[in-house]
């Protein structure tokens, strides 16, 4: 060690050293994208690189920001100069023989890794051996994974897996994103993945992968309970749950947790249909729907429901089936009208075949919603009033909303202004009964729009500023945009332009976000209708 206050002292280590006293810790993070062409470029050479780029980025994609793969890759590349990018491109698509191919000379991401795993401590007397965390940790296809979810697929106490997790953590086989949140590597996910297929027993891997999806499925249906109390619960079984599910003492609690979630929920989803897990493929997308739909994630609900609705026909199970038509239905919403309604008829047609009364009524209820949709204004009454039929017999008050609110946007389209008023202040009754805010903002905002048709601008604003702020307090933003729209029309026949165009253009904004570009394009044309009668 040199004694000189002129010089320093470099220490590398795959491990942290926390007994190294004075010293100044650097973590060396994978590199980012501009880093990791630069370094390939360096290897193989910008031009060819340039000639082939969409290989590249599947080369690069595959090395997944780590030095030594990115090497690899180059090195390969610039001893074989007659092979086109995309024959390596081609080799590292497949995650079974990926590691394999990060080899060149005594370079190899494979003995790297071992040597890491290897090195791994025992684990204390009762907690989990982190090796074995880590190879069942390689099962889970989520980008990410918190401690609560670890715990599940270890079947272990959180405070016991705590300490084996961050072992791996030292080692650097494990990142650490936040308190009690984990992520790997992508190589290290497939090394992972592979020490589990060799080491672990087939009963060990289906089991472990049944805990953390059965803890998924549990704690999204927790969830979705505290979001939307009124909505269909999903019949949840017996399901082997050794882990607890999450509890959630709010709203925002729930939302939060979702939002953290939510691509591990979509991948959970997907897991377990391609596991064969086809009773969870589709319950964990309909316990997870009042969360899409309260946050407006079309696209998640969408996918999971489609995977969900595959697994569900696998089951032959018709009330699975039903279920999934019907929520995929109400995803499709204003965005694909005509299928929307045709998911909604199959599963009205599969409620009955079955003698499922709500689910009929459920089904009817959202038949009348996308006949409104479609401006088939008769039969969208027809479908409500058998619903309201059906909810009141049933004694169900959110059903008899739905169905009164559903009646009093048909009877405003059909010109009957008077009794859709009465209709939706019916609906609106109950659902203030019920606590539910979020129907109470939808009533609100239909009712202002009924006064709109009515010319009456005063009552109009009174009731769609009231449906906006219940909106925004909970952070529902297509709620937010069709009622900002609503606001804008009405400031604009009140001779408000100014004011008319910032609501617009908020209510533009956000759908086009939110990838509504149907009703994102009705908007704008609304603004270009101000901006063309301005002085």
């Given at each position: ?12 280590s ?7 006293a ?8 994978v ?28 080369v ?22 007659g092979?086109?990018?995309q ?10 023989r ?57 079947a ?133 729907m ?24 696998i ?5 699975a ?62 479908a ?20 009164l ?5 048909a ?5 009957r ?7 939706l ?111």
């Open positions: 060690m040199p004694g000189s206050v002129s010089c320093g002292v470099l220490v590398t795959r491990n942290l050293l926390p007994d190294l004075g010293g100044r810790l650097v973590d060396l993070d590199l980012d994208d501009d880093e990791a062409r630069a370094l390939l470029a360096e290897i193989v050479g910008a031009d060819r690189l340039g000639a082939e780029p969409d290989a590249t980025d599947q690069l994609a595959a090395c997944a920001g780590l030095p030594l793969a990115i090497r690899i890759a180059g090195v390969r590349l610039a001893a074989r100069t092979w086109a990018i024959a390596l491109a081609g080799r590292l698509a497949d995650e079974r990926r590691i394999d191919e990060f080899k060149a000379g005594d370079l190899a991401v494979r003995a790297c890794f071992q040597v890491s795993f290897g090195s791994l401590p025992a684990a204390r007397p009762g907690r989990p051996d982190p090796a074995r965390a880590f190879r069942l940790l390689g099962l889970w296809h989520g980008p990410s994974i918190s401690l609560p979810a670890v715990s599940a697929l270890l272990e106490p959180e405070d016991h897996v705590a300490d084996s997790l961050e072992m791996l953590v030292d080692a650097h086989l494990l990142q650490s994103l936040a308190a009690e949140r984990y992520r790997f590597h992508d190589l290290l996910r497939v090394y992972a993945a592979e020490k589990a297929e060799t080491e672990e027993t087939q009963q060990d891997r289906d089991e472990a992968v049944l805990r953390v999806l059965t803890w998924y499925l549990h704690t999204a249906e927790a969830a979705g309970r505290v979001i939307s109390p009124q909505h269909a619960r999903v019949p949840l079984g017996d399901g082997q749950l050794v882990r607890p599910p999450l509890a959630f003492a709010s709203l925002e609690h729930a939302l939060d947790w979702c939002e953290t979630e939510r691509a591990d929920l979509v991948a959970a989803a997907s897991q377990a249909a391609t596991s064969s897990l086809h009773e969870i493929a589709w319950k964990l997308p309909a316990a997870a009042s969360f899409f739909y309260r946050r407006s994630h079309w696209a998640d609900w969408v996918a999971t429901h489609s995977d969900g609705l595959d697994s569900a026909r089951l032959g199970d018709r009330l089936e039903a279920w999934m038509l019907n929520n995929l239905g109400m995803a499709f919403g204003l965005q694909r009208k005509e299928q929307a309604v045709g998911c909604f008829e199959e599963a009205l047609a599969i409620y009955r075949e079955i003698g499922d009364q709500q689910g009929q009524a459920r089904a009817a209820n959202n038949v009348a919603q996308a006949c409104l949709r479609l401006c088939r204004f008769p039969e969208a009454l027809q409500a009033r058998r619903s309201l039929t059906v909810q009141q017999q049933a004694g169900d008050r959110y059903g008899e909303g739905i169905a609110g559903n009646l009093g946007d009877c405003r389209e059909l010109g202004s008077d009794e859709a008023i009465d209709r202040e019916q609906a609106l009754v109950i659902f203030r009964e019920l606590g539910d805010q979020h129907s109470e903002a939808d009533s609100l905002s239909d009712l202002g729009d009924v006064y709109l048709t009515m010319g009456r601008l005063g009552d109009a604003v009174t009731c769609l500023r009231a449906s906006l702020a219940i909106w925004r307090a909970n952070g529902e933003r297509h709620g937010q945009a069709a009622t900002l729209s609503r606001l804008g029309l009405a400031q604009k026949r009140a001779g408000r332009p100014k004011e008319a165009r910032e609501l617009l253009s908020e209510a533009h904004f956000i759908l086009a976000e939110l990838g509504d570009l149907g009703q994102a394009a009705e908007v704008k044309a609304g603004l270009a209708e101000l901006t063309e009668s301005a002085p």
